[in-house]
């Protein structure tokens, strides 16, 4: 069975430019989080949905990030415009709502400079 | 937010030695959960726990739910070198959303 599929894997950008990183969650599950790793911070939650319904975005840190969710099998975030700082593994992960066991993807490993 | 802190940081033992690692909260949670991260890839769930006071066993893994519901903790049996990683335990308290521990990373010296 496919889990967590998430595009891309890595992404280096420049300063400025927008950045969009995308996820299919496991089919089926019908929550969704975009989750973010970095060595200081640990794993953060930025935001998730439940239904395709944004439930929590207190963890997006500005309103340069974004998130969308238009329908049950496809996900995006984004940062526009990006900063060196937002360097960091983003991963995403999906459940079924209700059931707090979490199925991580791959993650995408952003390098800003 | 939830602050969840995991010990020991990291470890380092020979292939074959019984492993440890614990999770202490300052709130309750309903739910703990524990994950391994390899390099370069996602945590993978190996563990839940959803009551009070449950041992609940996977292989040669072994987790608990703290009485309290503050801490829980993770036992491997016998390690191998696959089990090199970082640990991360995770606790849901009323929401949808998880709360993550910091890690403990393991070493597993042949």
């Known amino acids: 069975d496919a889990g967590v599929i998430q595009s891309p894997r890595h992404e280096v950008t420049e300063m400025g430019q927008e950045v969009t990183l995308r996820c299919k969650p496991i089919?089926?599950?019908?929550?969704l989080f975009w989750y973010r790793q970095t060595m200081m911070r640990g794993l953060e939650l930025l935001i998730y949905?439940?239904?395709?319904?944004?439930?929590?975005d207190s963890g997006m840190p500005e309103d340069r990030f974004s998130a969308k969710m238009p329908n049950a099998s496809f996900s995006t975030l984004k940062i526009q415009p990006s900063e060196p700082r937002d360097s960091a593994v983003y991963f995403c992960?999906?459940?079924?709502?209700?059931?707090?066991?979490?199925?991580f993807g791959p993650g995408t490993r952003l390098t800003v400079t | 937010g939830q602050q969840l802190n995991q010990s020991p940081q990291s470890m380092f033992i020979q292939e074959g030695e019984d492993v440890s690692m614990n999770c202490t909260s300052s709130?309750?949670?309903?739910?703990w959960l524990w994950y391994k991260q390899d390099p370069g890839e996602g945590p993978v769930l190996l563990i839940a726990?959803?009551?009070?006071?449950e041992l609940t066993s996977n292989g040669r893994l072994t987790a608990q739910f703290g009485i309290t519901r503050k801490d829980s903790f993770l036992n491997i049996s016998a390690s191998i070198p696959s089990d090199v990683g970082i640990y991360f335990c995770?606790?849901?308290?009323?929401?949808?959303?998880?709360?993550f521990g910091t890690g403990t990373r393991l070493t597993v010296i042949p």
């Open positions: 992960a999906s459940s079924l709502q209700g059931n707090y066991e979490q199925y």
């Open positions: 089919s089926g599950h019908n929550s």
């Open positions: 949905f439940n239904n395709n319904v944004p439930i929590d």
């Open positions: 709130s309750i949670f309903n739910t």
């Open positions: 726990l959803y009551k009070a006071g």
């Open positions: 995770a606790g849901q308290a009323g929401a949808n959303n998880l709360f």
